[in-house]
């Protein structure tokens, strides 16, 4: 799924020697041009999935631009109509804009005057279509559904997983932090006849290193000072079902031996026990490092890599999978608003400018935070869009200056002092106006 470009215009005028210039004026521009020479022939072309805007003349013979306005809006109510009208009939066209008309351009014309109010409707556009997708996308999807993706990547990942869930093999996942290690190792465990058993996830990395031998092993009653009584381990805890080590690359050498021994006999043998106890358990370890590097290092054992890399499945992450993108947010983002009871809210510019520009690095993990964020309200969920004719002058400058300021912030992280130099203001200045718009630089600060 990737993010809507529109580029159509439906161009409807009956003076044929001024619609066919003005059309071949905006093909020159990269537009998708459609050309009608009555209202009527351009209903019958339109739709509500319209990927574009229409530009009509507000008089004309049989159904005038009024009439067309109405008849559009009870196909498609966001689709954006911008008019063009005689200086004698500027009033009719106000009384448009009224009635739902985006903006009207008054004949003649400078073209640039129609031009920036053709992208702007056209990024209006854009959000309205991208938003319907993302509903759409995101209740086709499902709350539960495991890995989100329609990425060529993702879908072979899918299909893999599919093939694995009911084998007996060990599986090593690698990945960077927040691709969704677990979530694929917990796939390949529900996926398989081992779902009715026990999945076990620990995080090696945050096991204390005095501890994890106990953790993972278990021990006996008084095998050592405050062993007060028998502590079943994470490995055997998991018999019969899934052991996932996630950060297996943070294991000890010593525990490292000890897990070897796991992997080849499947056997336990707990701290103080005096014989080994046979386990069934399919272990899935993961990694965000190159674990063969990490081998060269001499930080992972050697035979212990090549005991867990039986199968190796790679994560992708989010910066490989744009198309990915959409449908992950808007399934975050509506998960958020169902936990919250709220309604999800549209798609803003700031919003869908960033899913498309940044690189995320954190993966999935920072994109479902992200997303709980323009739930919250940090993240401009309002459309920042200046209207050319909502507000007065006062009010459209003051929305630009908000906006220009709240993308200084994010892309500055927050930090006042370049926010101030990229903005060329006086730090004084620049605290007035972030007092005046409401904004806070803490809270644009940590986002990545």
């Given at each position: 799924m ?39 022939a ?19 013979p ?37 009635h739902g ?12 005057r ?8 056209l ?6 279509l ?9 209740a ?98 998991s ?24 992997i ?67 399934h ?11 309604v999800?809210p ?49 009010e ?21 002092v ?31």
């Amino acid at each position: 799924m990737d993010f809507a470009r529109p580029s159509a215009v439906a161009l409807v005028d009956d003076d044929g020697d001024f619609r066919a210039a003005l059309a071949e004026r905006l093909e020159i521009e990269g537009f998708d041009v459609t050309a009608h020479s009555s209202a009527e022939a351009a209903l019958k072309a339109l739709d509500p999935g319209f990927p574009g805007v229409v530009v009509s003349d507000l008089r004309m013979p049989g159904l005038d631009g009024r009439q067309l306005l109405s008849r559009l809006q009870a196909i498609d109510d966001a689709l954006p109509v911008i008019m063009m009208t005689g200086h004698g009939d500027i009033e009719d066209a106000v009384e448009a804009l009224r009635h739902g008309a985006y903006d009207f351009v008054a004949k003649p014309f400078a073209f640039d005057r129609l031009l920036g109010s053709l992208k702007r409707a056209l990024e209006k556009r854009a959000l309205v279509l991208d938003n319907r997708r993302l509903t759409a996308a995101a209740a086709d999807a499902g709350l539960e559904l495991p890995l989100i993706g329609a990425s060529e990547t993702m879908v072979r990942l899918r299909d893999t997983i599919a093939q694995l869930a009911d084998a007996r093999l060990d599986v090593l996942i690698e990945g960077e932090t927040g691709v969704g290690k677990e979530v694929v190792a917990r796939a390949l465990h529900n996926g398989g006849r081992r779902r009715i058993h026990p999945f076990v996830a620990v995080n090696c990395g945050a096991l204390p290193d005095g501890l994890i031998e106990s953790e993972l092993f278990g021990h006996e009653a008084g095998a050592f000072p405050g062993a007060v009584r028998r502590r079943v381990g994470h490995i055997e805890h998991s018999h019969r079902g899934t052991l996932f080590l996630d950060e297996i690359e943070s294991m000890p050498m010593a525990v490292q031996i000890k897990l070897l021994r796991v992997i080849e006999e499947r056997e336990v043998q707990p701290i103080g026990a005096t014989q080994p106890r046979p386990i069934d358990l399919r272990i899935l370890a993961s990694s965000k490092v190159d674990l063969e590097e990490a081998v060269r290092a001499g930080v992972f054992r050697n035979d212990l890599y090549y005991r867990l890399n039986v199968i190796k499945l790679r994560v992708a992450p989010l910066r490989e999978r744009r198309d990915d993108i959409p449908l992950l947010f808007g399934h975050f983002l509506r998960r958020a608003a169902t936990r919250e009871g709220r309604v999800a809210p549209p798609m803003s510019v700031t919003v869908r400018r960033r899913l498309l520009d940044h690189d995320w690095p954190g993966n999935v993990r920072e994109l479902a935070h992200f997303a709980e964020r323009v739930l919250a309200g940090l993240e401009a969920p309002q459309s920042a869009t200046p209207s050319p004719t909502s507000d007065g002058l006062a009010e459209s400058l003051a929305r630009y200056e908000s906006q220009l300021i709240i993308e200084s912030l994010e892309s500055c992280g927050g930090d006042v002092v370049a926010v101030a130099r990229t903005l060329k203001l006086p730090r004084k200045t620049l605290y007035d106006k972030l007092q005046r718009h409401g904004l806070r630089p803490a809270d644009f600060r940590n986002r990545n």
